[in-house]
């Protein structure tokens, strides 16, 4: 049976990750042997998907759409945060959704229902929206490399979206009313994690009757974060220690 051998390459490449841990573009090419030309195409496709993560030293590992499609994927974040949702859900009672970057949107990929009076907000799993809009988006778009946020500020035509990013990584958060869904506002905060970059954000979304006392969790979302963010880094250490 012929086989699609672009398509064989990029699986070739995800195998590769995933058995030698963050590589090189030319390492991969090697591994494949492929030029270094296809590997780049190869890799920046993947990348552009989800499928990997470039990291701050230039190699890449498997990235955020892997962890959607699969919990077996050496960096499982929907694992790692689960308890930090539950803690915040039940500290403050509202509710709480784990986003990632996928393309030029924000997908949820886990959520945890509050449970603060008859008013409440609920977002299913895979719901996608532009990183452009809401808090979730926004969050992750402040800390994406910078041509990136050029392409998707040249596509929204928001002349202010610029310096609410600015704001965004000045502040640690990011603060939206009503971009997704009438009456609902949200509070995230980036998932940034060293040697890798952002790999998400977490968010309190709340009825904007209960918008006034949103703020007095800001700092519980920040500490949730880092500590996601810690035991995400742990995990790419162990899996890079066993490869080794």
């Keep these: ?13 995800l195998l590769t990750l995933q058995g030698r841990g963050p590589s090189t573009e030319i390492e991969l090419a090697s591994a494949m042997q492929v030029s ?12 552009r998907r989800g499928f990997v993560l470039r990291l701050e030293d230039g190699r890449y590992t498997l990235g955020p759409e892997l962890i959607k499609l699969s919990a077996n994927t050496p960096i499982d974040l929907v694992s790692i945060s689960a308890h930090h949702l539950e803690s915040l859900a039940q500290f403050t009672k509202e509710t709480v959704v784990l986003a990632v ?56 035509g928001d002349p202010d979206l ?24 949200g509070l995230a905060v980036p998932i940034v994690v060293n040697g890798v970059g952002v790999v998400g954000s977490i968010a309190l979304v ?25 035991e995400y880094s742990s995990v790419i250490a162990d899996a890079t220690s066993a490869v080794g």
Excluded: W
């Design 206 to 230: 709340v009825p904007d009757l209960r918008e006034v006392s949103l703020k007095d969790n800001l700092d519980d979302l920040k500490r949730h974060a880092r500590g996601i963010a810690l």
């Design 101 to 156: 970057p996928h393309g030029e949107n924000a997908v949820v990929l886990d959520q945890r229902q509050g449970t603060q009076g008859p008013l409440r907000v609920e977002y299913r799993t895979g719901f996608s929206h532009s990183l452009t809009r809401g808090a979730s988006g926004l969050a992750i778009l402040a800390y994406l490399e910078r041509d990136c946020q050029d392409l998707l500020i040249r596509k929204a």
């Design 1 to 13: 049976m012929e086989i699609a051998q672009t398509a064989d390459y990029a699986l070739q490449t």
């Design 36 to 47: 270094r030309t296809a590997a780049h195409r190869i890799v920046l496709t993947l990348h």
């Design 162 to 185: 610029r310096a609410r990013l600015h704001k965004v990584v000045a502040e640690g958060y990011s603060l939206s009313s009503g971009e997704l869904r009438a009456g609902m506002v």
